[in-house]
């Protein structure tokens, strides 16, 4: 059978590459297409044979596309426009233009893709932005089904709701017997963030060894203090960790959760009267956890990717979390595209 040819938007670090290498379909990437330079450099770090266009998606003519003849088209647009903290710009937002160029392009290719795979964050499902997805993929004939998913869905330790639309082309409609189509989302969600689900791997599974680099994952003195409270602290033993976003080890709220590598002290023991202590005292107490940041390693674990895949050197510890921050959960990807292929 001949390689399915795959066309990659908004590639970033190649998450959804790697989630098809992982779910062995036959296919081949015929081009990733980003402008961020720094994320190109680790794409072709890890996926070198592949032709990466360093530019803009809007910046490629019909032709072109048409040249590629691919079957599939596997993307996640900019999330910024569709966030429920942004300022939801959706399709008035300049950062969703190319996704409208893509929708525009779609209709008048020579040779329609078989499939497709879109990825946003969760607030997509109600932009207008989706409504136009759907009623183009609806004119060009397609088939799809949308999702609300999280990595906790397949056991994985981590919150990361997210948006999944697949779509077929010509085809019968699609029967789905998976946890997880938007209206039992809520209940789905409810039932993952409990921290004592035995179906959920622990946090310790995806942790890197303890080593002398470590040290400077620690938080420092200042931050652990003033942001005490706004930390999400959780164990090796947790089977839970909040979504890890672009801003990781730069702001402290709301951007994942944080490690306690001293196993032994109760976290209720340190923060009881904490309140009452002088700066110093806090500090005291608080440095007790050993609070550190989860590094660039163990938060690719958790998004799945595999031991081989890595960041060039030159690549700051700051600038893989954004990276990473802004990538996707790579087996929840992978079984959407047996789903789809299936
Ligand atoms: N799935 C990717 C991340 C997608 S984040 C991963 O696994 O890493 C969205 C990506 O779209 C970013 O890398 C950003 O640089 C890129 N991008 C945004 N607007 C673009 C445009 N107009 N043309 C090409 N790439 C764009």
């Given at each position: 059978m001949a390689a399915l040819r795959v066309l990659e938007l908004?590639?970033?670090?190649g998450g959804m590459h790697q989630a098809l290498k992982e779910s062995c379909?036959?296919?081949?990437?015929v081009a990733a297409v980003d402008v961020n330079t720094l994320a190109n450099e680790v794409y072709k770090h890890n996926f070198p044979s592949t032709p990466l266009?360093?530019?803009?998606?809007?910046?490629?003519t019909l032709k072109e596309f048409d040249r590629l003849s691919f079957d599939m088209i596997l993307m996640s647009p900019p999330c910024q426009p569709f966030?429920?903290?942004?300022?939801?710009?959706?399709?008035?937002?300049?950062?969703?233009k190319s996704f409208l160029y893509v929708l525009d392009i779609l209709p008048r290719l020579q040779k329609l893709p078989k499939y497709l795979l879109l990825e946003n964050v969760k607030g997509f499902e109600s932009s207008s932005a989706r409504n136009e997805l759907l009623r183009t993929l609806e004119t060009c004939g397609f088939k799809y089904q949308e999702f609300l998913l999280s990595p906790t869905c397949l056991g994985i330790p981590n919150s990361r709701l997210r948006y999944f639309l697949i779509a077929k082309l010509h085809q019968e409609p699609f029967f789905f017997h998976v946890p997880g189509q938007l209206e039992t989302a809520e209940e789905m969600v409810r039932k993952h963030?409990?921290?004592?689900?035995?179906?959920i791997q622990m946090i310790k599974d995806f942790l890197e060894e303890e080593n002398?680099?470590?040290?400077?994952y620690f938080l420092a003195p200042k931050s652990l203090v003033r942001y005490a409270f706004l930390l999400d602290i959780v164990k090796p033993t947790c089977r839970r960790s909040t979504c890890f976003t672009k801003g990781y080890g730069h702001y402290?709220?709301?951007t994942g959760s944080v490690l306690?590598?001293?196993?032994?002290?109760?976290l209720e023991s340190v923060f009881?009267?904490?309140?009452?202590?002088t700066e110093e005292g806090k500090l005291m107490k608080l440095s007790t956890l050993k609070l550190r940041y989860f590094t660039p390693r163990e938060i690719a674990n958790l998004h799945g990717f595999p031991p081989e895949f890595g960041f060039p050197d030159k690549v700051s510890i700051k600038q893989c979390y954004r990276l990473l921050g802004n990538s996707l959960n790579v087996h929840v990807v992978a079984k959407l595209i047996s789903i789809l292929l299936g």
């Open positions: 908004y590639s970033g670090i379909v036959c296919a081949e990437v266009w360093a530019k803009t998606i809007e910046g490629i966030t429920r903290t942004g300022l939801q710009g959706d399709v008035s937002d300049p950062r969703t963030t409990q921290d004592n689900d035995p179906s002398e680099e470590m040290s400077q402290v709220e709301g306690q590598t001293a196993v032994d002290i109760q009881k009267h904490i309140e009452n202590l």
